[in-house]
């Protein structure tokens, strides 16, 4: 139970005023501190600690907030940290914070998440989505209103052992029409050949297992396979199927060049 709070939300707060409401909220025991839909550009917190604020609600900040930086030893306890939708472009906490259980990061600008998750035993929820996070594996851990927590905390370790065993994967295989595309899809599929090979229309999508690729280095395997239809009239569409977090077989003969 929370049993004391302090509202200062949509009162077009910004940097200058932070120090004078921090020093309000320690002077009163403060627990909860609403400082959401203000306009903060910065956020760099000073003076001395609020070990009674348990929660702190920053979303909905009005401007671009270039970099929010949060001194761990200021906020020693505390356990709910909401930055929903407050235009962050770099989100940092310096020091360990024990007791957070709680980051609500979810609508902001964050290209990189980097947080030494050690340093937050106690977390149990992390809202990341809708970031226009870089790097593509994290990128596929984030569903709206999903924390993210287990797969980021399982990646991170797995980063840290050196490596990434990633079971699940998209193949892609396109070239020109009559190349033999389709028939390498059935030879991985371990499928016979056939000089009659029909041609194929728009993308058909088949699945490739352990078994068919034994010699794959995981435990399991589960690739996607998305055979293109070669004719041009498919070209433009191609396009929107196409992406980055994929393996490709380019497919091509002299003859059909
Ligand atoms: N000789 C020969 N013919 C092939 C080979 N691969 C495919 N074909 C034939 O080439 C034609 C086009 O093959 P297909 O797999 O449908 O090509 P796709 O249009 O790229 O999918 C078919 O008649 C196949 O039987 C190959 O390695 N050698
Ligand atoms: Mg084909």
Redesign the pocket.
């Known amino acids: 139970m929370l049993t004391s709070w302090l509202y200062y939300n949509g009162k077009n707060l910004q940097n200058k005023d932070l120090a004078k409401v921090l020093e309000e909220a320690r002077a009163n025991k403060v627990e909860s501190l609403d400082l959401s839909k203000n306009s903060f550009s910065n956020i760099s917190f000073s003076g001395e600690p609020l070990p009674d604020l348990k929660v702190l609600d920053i979303s909905y900040n009005q401007a671009e907030m270039a970099n929010f930086v949060l001194p761990a030893a200021l906020f020693p306890n505390l356990a709910y940290l909401f930055l929903h939708e407050s235009k962050i472009k770099n989100f940092e906490i310096r020091g360990s914070l024990p007791r957070l259980h709680t980051i609500d990061l979810s609508k902001n600008q964050l290209v990189k998440f980097e947080l030494s998750l050690e340093n937050f035993l106690a977390l149990e929820t992390l809202y990341l989505y809708k970031n226009p996070i870089e790097d593509t594996v994290i990128r596929g851990f984030l569903k709206d209103g999903e924390s993210c927590l287990t797969d980021i905390r399982n990646y991170f370790l797995e980063l840290e052992k050196g490596e990434i065993i990633n079971e699940k994967a998209k193949l892609i295989i396109v070239?020109n029409?009559?190349?033999?595309?389709?028939?390498?899809f059935k030879k991985l599929q371990g499928l016979g050949?056939?000089?009659?090979?029909?041609?194929?229309h728009g993308i058909q999508i088949g699945k490739l297992e352990k078994t068919h690729l034994p010699e794959a280095k995981t435990e399991n395997l589960n690739l996607n396979v998305w055979?293109f239809g070669?004719q041009e009239i498919f070209y433009a569409t191609h396009q929107f199927f196409l992406s980055d977090d994929a393996v490709y077989i380019l497919?091509w003969t002299k003859e059909k060049m």
Do not use: M, P, Q
């Open positions: 070239g029409g009559r190349v033999g595309k389709t028939s390498l050949f056939d000089k009659n090979e029909i041609y194929t055979d070669g497919a």
